[in-house]
Nanobody
């Protein structure tokens, strides 16, 4: 059964760093693209970064130069290193493997990231 479990969030001061992890259960890790998404209170969920199975990455403009997505195909893990965090990065962060038609698999519980000023 497909399942995604995120971890690594927490409370950090502005300028600090966190590393998020996502473990993938089931066959979905054979899918090409994995991504990190986030949802802040009162806002829609938005794309943060994606990575292909071959390691090609893509980032939203608001995290370029600060966040790094990576994956370990043998361990079925996806990571996101977040540096120079800002209060506006405060959100629940989720990983997912989007379908080619733009849909998403079932969302996990996410991991809360809170950045204090």
């Amino acid at each position: 059964q497909e399942r995604l479990v995120e971890s690594g969030g927490g409370l950090v001061q502005a300028g600090g760093s966190l590393r998020l992890s996502c473990v993938v259960f089931g066959s979905i890790f054979s899918i090409n693209v994995m991504g990190w998404y986030r949802q802040a209170p009162g806002k829609q969920r938005e794309l943060v970064a994606t990575i292909t199975r071959g390691g090609t990455t893509n980032y939203a403009d608001f995290v370029k130069g600060r966040f790094t997505i990576s994956r370990d195909n043998t361990k079925k893990m996806v990571y996101q290193q977040m540096n120079s965090l800002k209060p506006e990065d405060t959100a629940v962060y989720y990983c997912n493997a989007p379908y080619s038609d733009g849909g998403f698999r079932s969302w996990g519980q996410g991991t809360q990231v809170t950045v204090s000023s």
